[in-house]
């Protein structure tokens, strides 16, 4: 048995079921680290970023602890982001079906107060949220904390960086003192540490494995050349399947979506400023590889779940440099190798000096001198066919799939990611097909049912 297999932890039959199921054959180093001394009840801090499994650690260590069916939390977890904070929901939730009834509510902005509190109000057990909300709860006393018996702070660093410290000391003030605490971080501040220690207890230290991950950069000097215009030469010249490309402001991205856009490319916008049934749009086309390029802000540099993302385009260095650390991670994940592209105006020397670890040595390249693009932007391999039903509707992804490849006759290798949610299911299809499978749904049936979709 391998020192890294999960059997390791003595989690019943069930439990390791499920994790195979979810493709968990084996602990990341940082799940190796952390899961026994969390188990064992103590407090942990985490130096980790995402893509490393921290997830699924304090996922599992927090729901060991949970009595399910409970009409009030025993699990909190505090986001910096509205995205993180969806996908942590998320992982918990298929963590969590070896265990009956568990209710995971998610707390962030964007959403409906008084449609959160419906949810609290029919229990839950575990809570994910931004410290905003969640705060906003507290004092609506439609959220009582006094039964957590696990206190997660994630990417601790960010929630600083955003403001939230005096919102996160608040609710954990008011979390019950017995409790577990576990904070992870990418980094580790001074004010981090501070946090640390005053919410936990003796906490045992562990890192991620620091193997340096197998990105290349590339420098590109706009010297003489308009800055989107030297963006679509890299785009041309790259041939890059995919990318998320990285501005500094919201009118930024605005500008610079409308400039591909108008060249022919696949491409959308995300950044703090939009609602957020947008922002999870555009992630959802993003994700299912409908839109090839995404043009963004700081607020996706964390809590995007793209495990294969090719490549990321700092359009703009960022002012923090720590954020270019969190930028260019979003890349070379998993084991693949990646690629980092940054342009550089005239102010930006100084920032390039301070990161010798990463860009020491690279010499930029002229970006004049990259060919004009010369053919068509390539349209996105798949298109996006939205489903009008979901969980209540008792669907699952094995049910679209079989009708899709059987009474639809399309091939498996046409079908790309399913997603299914409450009241609707989104299906990715190959583009050359997707109207094919719209037609074919509109007269078939999926679980014996007519079920109406369009493309998004």
């Known amino acids: 048995m391998s020192d890294k297999s999960f059997a390791n932890l003595n989690l019943e039959a069930t439990w390791l079921e499920n994790l195979d199921q979810l493709g968990y054959l084996q602990m990341t180093p940082i799940q190796a680290d952390a899961l026994p001394h969390m188990l064992e009840g103590k407090d942990v801090i985490g130096q980790a970023s995402t893509g490393t499994g921290k997830t699924a650690a304090f996922g599992l260590?927090?729901?060991?602890?949970?009595?399910?069916?409970?009409?009030?939390?025993?699990?909190?977890?505090?986001?910096?982001?509205?995205?993180?904070?969806?996908?942590?929901?998320?992982?918990?939730?298929?963590?969590?079906?070896?265990?009956?009834?568990?209710?995971?509510?998610?707390?962030?902005?964007?959403?409906?107060?008084?449609?959160?509190?419906?949810?609290?109000?029919?229990?839950?057990?575990?809570?994910?949220?931004?410290?905003?909300?969640?705060?906003?709860?507290?004092?609506?006393?439609?959220?009582?904390?006094?039964?957590?018996?696990?206190?997660?702070?994630?990417?601790?660093?960010?929630?600083?960086?955003?403001?939230?410290?005096?919102?996160?000391?608040?609710?954990?003030?008011?979390?019950?003192?017995?409790?577990?605490?576990?904070?992870?971080?990418?980094?580790?501040?001074?004010?981090?540490?501070?946090?640390?220690q005053t919410f936990q207890r003796d906490p045992v230290w562990v890192e991620a494995d620091s193997e340096t991950p197998d990105i290349t950069q590339i420098l590109y000097d706009l010297q003489g050349i308009d800055r989107f215009d030297a963006l679509e030469r890299v785009l041309s010249y790259h041939s890059l399947e995919s990318a998320v490309i990285f501005c500094n402001e919201r009118d930024t991205v605005d500008a610079c979506r409308a400039v591909l856009k108008h060249a022919g490319y696949s491409v959308e916008g995300l950044h703090g400023g939009m609602e957020?049934?947008?922002?999870?749009?555009?992630?959802?086309?993003?994700?299912?590889?409908?839109?090839?390029?995404?043009?963004?802000?700081?607020?996706?540099?964390?809590?995007?779940?793209?495990?294969?993302?090719?490549?990321?385009?700092?359009?703009?260095?960022?002012?923090?440099?720590?954020e270019f650390v969190h930028r260019v991670g979003r890349t070379g994940r998993a084991g693949e190798s990646g690629l980092a592209i940054s342009l550089l105006g005239r102010s930006d020397a100084r920032k390039v000096e301070a990161l010798p670890e990463l860009l020491g040595g690279i010499e930029p390249r002229m970006a004049s001198k990259l060919p004009s693009a010369s053919t068509s932007p390539e349209p996105a391999k798949m298109r996006t066919l939205m489903l009008f039903a979901g969980k209540r509707d008792k669907l699952r992804p094995g049910d679209v799939v079989g009708a899709f490849t059987g009474e639809f006759g399309l091939d498996v290798d046409a079908l790309g990611k399913i997603t299914i949610e409450e009241r609707a299911s989104y299906v990715a299809v190959a583009s050359e097909v997707a109207e094919a499978a719209l037609v074919k749904?509109?007269?078939?049936?999926?679980?014996?049912?007519?079920?109406?979709g369009q493309l998004v």
């Open 441 to 452: 749904l509109r007269k078939g049936k999926i679980k014996g049912k007519n079920i109406k």
């Open 276 to 322: 957020q049934r947008d922002r999870e749009a555009v992630l959802r086309l993003f994700s299912n590889q409908s839109v090839r390029f995404l043009v963004a802000t700081n607020v996706a540099a964390r809590g995007i779940d793209i495990q294969e993302l090719g490549a990321v385009i700092n359009f703009e260095m960022p002012r923090d440099i720590t």
């Open 61 to 196: 260590a927090l729901l060991s602890k949970i009595e399910p069916a409970g009409q009030v939390p025993g699990a909190l977890v505090l986001c910096p982001t509205r995205e993180l904070a969806t996908q942590v929901a998320e992982e918990i939730r298929r963590l969590a079906r070896p265990i009956p009834n568990t209710n995971v509510v998610v707390l962030t902005g964007g959403t409906s107060v008084s449609r959160q509190r419906t949810s609290l109000a029919h229990g839950a057990d575990v809570v994910v949220g931004t410290p905003g909300r969640v705060l906003d709860h507290l004092r609506r006393k439609s959220l009582d904390v006094s039964k957590v018996r696990t206190l997660v702070l994630d990417e601790a660093d960010r929630m600083l960086d955003m403001g939230f410290l005096e919102d996160v000391q608040t609710v954990a003030e008011l979390v019950a003192p017995e409790r577990q605490t576990h904070l992870f971080s990418a980094t580790m501040s001074e004010d981090v540490e501070r946090l640390s």
